[in-house]
């Protein structure tokens, strides 16, 4: 009984032992918010690096000629396992504003350009491929009855129909009309002449070069002539419909969205598609054997060339990624082997603690003894002081780190006010916000691995204090 | 040191009951040394403190254990204790041979056995008194035992610091305390898992005369009314002279036991 209650006795009348609470508090705490951030930042990562790859990507190999994508998407839609499948048309370009001195840009070496863009060309408006009732029911969320015969290939195998419906956050973006159909024009421009095709720029794109609805953009890009094979420019004006938001920087920034067919045009027809994009119905289970599967099927039928270029042409994301993702993955791990060297140090604080407090209760040991405690009885006693250091710095360390997590952009955002220092700067990194996943397995790791630090690096002045000569503790002034 | 075991043999006046009971040899004893010995190293060489002690406790006994510093009567009170292990002979408490049983057997023993008064009261500065007058029950019992035994415990510790006239110092620490005051809780604890054996090193030492004499009657009431072996150490002439019996202690061996009642 007396190891309990003497050792509860102890841990609040003896304020340094709340300094070792505090500090596996501020350990807990402080590991929590940065592995949840640490995991946030993974789970971003993996979303860029994944981009608008979709689960599985098939690129074949550079045909001289231009073929349509319809075989290839044909041959992969019929697979059970796929939920959505759509071709894109991806190519590099360079932007030019009517009017204005956008050529400016390109003096400056040291800063990003604004102007090269990258263009994706995509398929909203063609026949209706596949539709699955989730997805008419999230296409429902967003623009009421789907059309008949539409296509939603593109919104499920990508994320775009998401970023369209992001809620723009600058100044002057401007969301599309409707995210079913963004490349329609804004009304003062149908009806006069021929119609100019419609893009949907990045938001931050759309702000950086102050951009309004409506406005023409110049796009010029680099073809290679199919007959004599030298590079031609071609260019083509386009009319901007809105903007789309996904959340990260580098997309926002860079990416111009149109019609896969008024992509292929600016290319003079030169290529219809880049890749094409399918979407798992189970990405973890079917993955792998898809991926297989088509590779053999695909390279039988012709439409890919199979392995003997030795790099496949068909990929999942991670595939494609994989050296990026190594690195992440790399990163991870370092940096777990890394704080938890803040659990040690929380350890040292308690076993910096303990060994003061046993020193400075020798003559209590040595009363304890005298009165009938075993030498167990004493370990337990420090053991137990530990015991309460780390259950109620574990417990408040684990409430105050989750909900630091889970508040973690307006923390940042007062902190920043206050100390009037950006803490996390948006446009350094690729997210416009700080990403923090809290997972309740880490917490309780971390939790558990707190409490095994603390009671490890207890035992030790707990076990001198258990050995301490009962005399020698007695006389001890 | 002669005149110390003279004047405490020619001062009895105050007859067997206020010296505590003669021995009572018809009855197993309750402490039994056998040629106890004990040294220490200094450096290289070894001092040797005791050598070769015997002595024999019934319970009622009051013994007087005087002598000058170094004598080595804390070392011999220690040992009797349970508290200091000697290099050679036999110590017994209720017939057991103490070294032969386990360190937690000894603990026990110490626990439910042997109660001690320190000089310096060592009592715990974060309990209160009632609390410090608990500790030995709160060391012999469990968690459970301790909650269901809890109520009775605490009206018995109650009950012995309201005895020693500590009413309306119960909740107080040892800090609030005046040094008699402290000393009564220390003998509060000492009494309270009814011990065989109690051994008070200078109880009186750090009291003035007065809060002394009232800490001592107090000391001596309850080691007659609870017929226990008491071993006292003590540097005072007039105190030993309060006690049955009395070993005058002289360079590790005991000079002179005054082992029956001196005649007026």
Redesign the interface.
């Known amino acids: ?2 190891r ?3 050792s509860w ?2 841990l609040f ?1 003896r304020r340094t032992n709340l300094i070792g609470m505090v500090g596996i508090l501020v350990a807990v705490a402080a590991l929590i918010l940065i592995l949840s951030i640490m995991t946030g930042f993974l789970a971003e990562s993996r979303k860029v690096v994944r981009g608008a790859l979709s689960d599985v990507l098939i690129q074949p190999a550079w045909f001289a000629e231009a073929p349509p994508a319809e075989p290839l998407l044909d041959a992969t839609v019929r697979d059970a396992r796929v939920r959505g499948c759509t071709a894109e048309l991806v190519w590099g370009g360079v932007i030019t504003q009517r009017g204005r001195s956008s050529v400016r840009g390109f003096s400056s070496p040291t800063s990003a350009n604004p102007f090269v863009v990258q263009l994706i060309g995509v398929d909203v408006q063609s026949v209706e491929r596949f539709i699955h009732p989730v997805v008419r029911a999230t296409l429902g969320n967003f623009g009421g009855t789907l059309p008949r015969r539409r296509l939603a290939d593109a919104f499920t195998a990508t994320d775009f129909l998401q970023a369209l419906a992001g809620t723009a956050q600058g100044p002057c973006a401007a969301p599309v009309k409707s995210p079913l159909f963004p490349f329609v024009p804004p009304r003062a421009h149908t009806g006069r002449g021929l119609p100019k095709p419609a893009i949907v720029v990045g938001d931050q794109l759309f702000d950086r070069l102050n951009m309004r609805v409506g406005e023409t953009l110049q796009v010029a890009t680099v073809v290679q002539d199919p007959e004599t094979g030298d590079a031609q420019v071609n260019n083509q004006n386009y009319v901007v419909a809105g903007s789309f938001r996904s959340g990260e920087n580098e997309m926002d920034r860079t990416r111009i969205y149109l019609a896969r067919s008024d992509l292929s045009d600016l290319l003079g027809g030169t290529r219809q598609f880049t890749q094409v994009l399918l979407r798992l119905k189970d990405y973890d289970e079917y993955s792998a054997p898809l991926v297989a599967d088509l590779r053999l099927s695909l390279a039988e039928r012709g439409l890919i060339r199979g392995g003997e270029w030795g790099l496949s042409e068909v990929r999942t994301w991670e595939e494609f990624n994989q050296n990026l993702l190594g690195a992440i993955e790399n990163e991870r791990v370092l940096m777990a082997i890394m704080l938890s060297l803040v659990l040690v140090v929380a350890g040292f604080t308690i076993f910096a603690i303990l060994s003061m407090m046993v020193t400075e209760k020798r ?2 040991i ?12 004493i370990l337990d006693l420090f053991l137990l002081i530990a015991f309460w250091d780390a259950l109620l710095g574990t417990i408040m360390g684990a409430v105050v780190g989750t909900w630091a997590a889970l508040r973690i952009d307006p923390i940042e955002r007062a902190l920043s006010d206050a100390f009037g220092v950006q803490i996390f700067n948006r446009d350094v990194y690729m997210f416009d916000h700080i990403p923090a996943i809290v997972e309740p397995s880490s917490v309780a790791l971390i939790v558990i691995g707190a409490f095994c630090c603390a009671l490890l690096f207890a035992a030790v002045p707990a076990w001198r204090a258990a050995r301490l000569d ?2 020698t503790a ?1 006389r001890y002034e | 040191m002669s005149s110390t075991i003279t004047s405490a043999h020619g001062s009895d006046t105050a007859g067997e009951a206020l010296r505590g009971g003669a021995p009572t040899p018809a009855t197993d004893p309750v402490l039994r040394a056998h040629q106890v010995r004990r040294s220490f190293s200094m450096g290289s060489r070894s001092l040797e403190i005791l050598h070769g002690i015997d002595l024999t406790l019934h319970a009622g006994e009051l013994v007087a254990l005087v002598g000058a510093s170094g004598a080595g009567k804390s070392t011999l009170l220690h040992i009797l204790g349970v508290l200091d292990r000697p290099d050679d002979g036999k110590l017994e408490v209720g017939g057991r041979d103490v070294w032969s049983l386990s360190t937690n057997e000894r603990a026990r023993l110490r626990n439910l056995e042997i109660g001690f008064v320190f000089q310096f009261y060592h009592l715990l500065p974060e309990l209160n008194a009632v609390e410090n007058t608990l500790l030995p029950a709160m060391i012999e019992l469990s968690w459970l035992e301790y909650q269901r035994a809890k109520k009775k415990l605490r009206a018995r510790a109650v009950d012995m610091l309201v005895h020693f006239g500590l009413a309306d110092r119960l909740e107080h620490r040892p800090g609030e305390l005046s040094g008699g005051e402290r000393q009564r809780v220390a003998m509060a604890r000492a009494l309270l898992q009814n011990p065989k054996i109690l051994l008070a090193d200078e109880p009186t030492g750090n009291l003035d005369s007065s809060t002394g004499e009232t800490v001592l009657e107090l000391l001596f009431e309850e080691q007659r009314r609870r017929q226990l072996a008491m071993i006292l150490v003590t540097h005072d002439s007039r105190l030993a002279d309060r006690c049955g019996r009395v070993l005058m202690m002289e360079d590790g061996i005991v000079q002179a036991d005054s082992a029956h009642p001196v005649p007026d």
């Open positions: 009984m007396f309990s209650f003497i006795r102890y009348a003559r209590d040595g009363i304890l003894r005298a009165l009938g405690a075993t030498p167990r009885g009962p005399l007695l």
